[in-house]
């Protein structure tokens, strides 16, 4: 009997620098990370966040083809909008989040990387959090924000859907026009965010962050899921 496999899409996103760095003065710690959000049909999430998106480009008075929702370009003006967007994505029950993170600040990490592995490292992680997140029974479409592949990497790609047998289908995407992408960029910005306990002056990202947290609260461990990797 032939096992029909369930369909989804899946959102990926990293952030951090993926290289090796050093605590400053405050004793922080400095975290790379990579996100995936897992849907069954993003339809009806992505109509709801597009008039959130409407709303964020009346507030900055811009187009839809320059602005997008980013952790790093939260200001006093986008973070209530910004805000609004994660309530809506907190509403919709049928999504998944998974993130691997590892710390960059640690001995194990610098022995482990070098100029070199630098786009393995992103792609073993890639994987990684791939194989975490989907199910045996299930084929995802994978939407992935670009990132700049070295010129002899470029072949490397392929490492994903070749060692990962549930990708039915895998594209590099510019995350201005994928609305659930710029979701993991605000979900990974604010964890990394919290755990490395940072702060701002007006406050601004230490709220959007806590935001994320209470909604990692709200849905639970099934839902947003937490890897930390060590090397």
């Known amino acids: 009997m032939m096992i029909t496999k369930q369909k989804t899409f899946s959102f990926l996103d990293e952030s951090g620098l993926m290289i090796p760095t050093f605590p400053q003065k405050t004793k922080k710690r400095n975290f790379s990370a990579i996100g995936i959000l897992k849907h069954p049909n993003p339809f009806k ?28 370009g939260i200001t006093e003006r986008t973070t209530p909008v910004t805000l609004k967007a994660l309530s809506t994505l907190e509403k919709d029950p049928d999504w998944t989040f998974h993130i691997i993170y590892f710390d960059t ?7 482990y990387y ?10 073993d992680n890639v994987m990684l959090v791939i194989q975490k ?43 201005h026009g994928v609305l659930l992408i710029q979701m993991v960029d605000i979900l990974l910005g604010g964890f990394l965010y919290h755990k490395g306990n940072f702060s701002d002056k007006m406050g601004l990202k230490t709220e959007v962050a806590k935001r994320v947290m209470d909604i990692k609260n709200s849905v639970g461990n099934k839902r947003f899921k937490i890897t930390k990797r060590t090397y």
């Open 133 to 175: 997140t989907l199910n045996k029974n299930e084929e995802t479409v994978l939407l992935m924000d670009f990132l700049r592949c070295p010129t002899k990497e470029a072949t490397k790609l392929k490492q994903i859907s070749h060692n990962t047998a549930n990708i039915y289908a895998m594209l590099q995407v510019i995350s």
């Open 114 to 123: 070098t100029k070199h592995n630098k786009w393995q490292i992103y792609l």
């Open 105 to 111: 600040t640690k001995t194990n990490f610098h022995k």
């Open 45 to 72: 999430i992505t109509q709801n966040l597009h008039k959130c998106h409407k709303q964020l480009c009346s507030t900055l008075k811009k187009d839809n083809t320059r602005i997008e929702f980013s952790f790093k």
